[in-house]
């Protein structure tokens, strides 16, 4: 069986929320035709673009905001470093004057509501979230390119494969948990340093601590800001921010106008398991309204599931002395590692496995850090990904009105107080693969994922989303 090599910074990518599978993959997909566009043709040429949304792109891609990303990639707006404060003005500017700015450079006609299909009834058959690119040239040519996003901003081109770095040999190759456990016996290296020397084919050591640090600073700021913005979130179901009210409650009504002030203030306050359940709530609340809100996050695997690594880690660097960098940065490396496996065995989307997907990926791969960071074994550390995922098994992707928020923002407290409750489980336990192995619990999600109903796979097509029905066009 080859091996797919999938790096830290695969699992977690830096973008704009809602959605990793339906909103920053089709924005990537947008720039990948963008460059096809600029490769092979004049910008100049061009006279018009469509684009055609398939499958659970098209029934909560207007919740997702799958429209607005495909049209902020046509204009050339990367995801990792656009001001999202400018979402807003600019797709209202495109809707008013029917023009777009293609690639930044060009001006062509486009109109949003026709030129951006939802083929709500239509479904390509490699995996549910496709979208189509057209361009018509002025000299009556054109060319069409299909992608799939395949979750946690994974993007693949029709016919190309999967795997973009088969090429990359890595020194410890890893499809399941039991090759991991192989290399971490074999060498005695913990999870997270068997992930850096594998990182080592694609960059640097520094460069890659750099870069898992930008990760974290940038998850940091989401919940930061998360916790400091009060309001009600986009889209029509009036939900209101919690981790506004939650945080002044918490902090006494101060204010603090930096992250590091922040941080003492929390760890100053006390240690009960009420305050403590209370903030880790509050950190993935923080994280994941700030995703609804069109919000700069980390995919970790996806947006969806964006607050629970982010508020287990933060757990651990203020309840368990873990603010150090060379530790926050194995947390993370070790999480990504778990995630990678389950996308191997499985799949972290969403419309191809429902909620156990995400929060449930999540879950795990937080359990499996936080568990190898507070100084359990490798076994420990997969134990706790496994009891994390198996009381996630099932889980459906239900979101009303096709919307990040109801159940969803909810969803990442739960994912992380389990993610805590799996981790201390595994450190006072032995574990014992004789009986339920991480591997058979990855197994056991693909094979629920593909007996799961498809209205029960970000389709809003079943559970909550039709039992509290919210009209799309109302949102």
């Not at 792109?57 to 990639?73: Q, R, Y």
């Not at 791969?365 to 995922?389: C, D, H, P, V, Y």
């Amino acid at each position: 069986m080859p091996h797919e090599s999938i790096s830290v910074f695969d699992m977690f990518k830096i973008g704009v929320g809602p959605s990793s599978s339906h909103t920053l993959g089709p924005w990537r997909a947008a720039l990948r035709f963008l460059d096809t566009l600029q490769a092979g043709y004049r910008l100049e040429d061009v006279l018009d673009v469509q684009v055609l949304l398939y499958g659970s792109l098209a029934k909560t891609g207007k919740g997702h905001g799958t429209d607005i990303a495909v049209i902020l990639g046509l204009c050339g707006d990367d995801p990792v470093t656009i001001d999202v404060n400018s979402i807003t003005p600019k797709i209202q500017d495109i809707n008013t004057t029917n023009k777009m700015l293609l690639a930044g450079k060009v001006t062509i006609d486009f109109e949003p509501v026709t030129d951006v299909a939802f083929l709500f009834s239509e479904s390509l058959p490699f995996h549910p979230n496709g979208l189509t690119f057209l361009a018509q040239f002025n000299n009556g040519d054109s060319i069409s390119e299909t992608y799939y996003s395949i979750g946690g901003g994974f993007v693949v081109k029709e016919g190309e494969g999967n795997n973009r770095d088969a090429s990359v040999e890595l020194p410890f190759p890893v499809n399941t948990a039991n090759d991991l456990l192989h290399w971490c016996i074999k060498t005695g290296l913990s999870i997270h340093e068997v992930v850096m020397e594998n990182e080592h084919a694609w960059r640097g050591e520094q460069s890659t601590k750099d870069g898992v640090l930008q990760i974290w600073q940038t998850m940091r700021a989401c919940m930061y800001r998360g916790c400091h913005n009060k309001g009600e979130l986009p889209g029509g179901l009036h939900v209101r921010r919690r981790a506004f009210d939650l945080n002044k409650k918490l902090i006494g009504g101060q204010s603090y106008n930096n992250y590091e002030s922040w941080i003492e203030a929390i760890r100053n306050g006390g240690n009960s398991f009420q305050y403590i359940l209370d903030w880790v709530s509050c950190f993935a609340l923080a994280v994941n309204e700030e995703n609804a809100a069109f919000g700069r996050v980390v995919t970790a695997p996806t947006n969806g599931a964006a607050g629970v690594i982010p508020a287990v880690l933060q757990y651990f660097i203020v309840f368990c002395n873990g603010y150090d960098e060379s530790r926050i940065i194995n947390f993370l490396l070790t999480a990504s590692e778990i995630g990678s496996i389950f996308k191997k065995g499985a799949t972290i989307s969403a419309a191809m496995g429902g909620c156990q997907a995400e929060i449930g990926v999540s879950s795990a791969m937080a359990a499996a850090a936080l568990t190898e960071s507070l100084g359990g074994t490798q076994k420990q550390a997969m134990m706790a990904a496994e009891i994390a995922m198996e009381h996630h098994l099932g889980l459906t992707c239900d979101p009303i009105g096709g919307l990040v928020q109801v159940p969803c923002i909810e969803r990442n407290t739960m994912g992380a107080i389990k993610a805590i409750t799996a981790s201390q489980l595994a450190l006072q336990s032995t574990p014992d693969y004789a009986k339920v192995s991480l591997d058979k619990v990855i197994k056991t999600m693909w094979d629920t994922a593909l007996d799961m109903n498809s209205k029960y796979k970000e389709t809003a097509d079943g559970g909550l989303a039709v039992n509290i029905p919210i009209s799309l066009s109302e949102c």
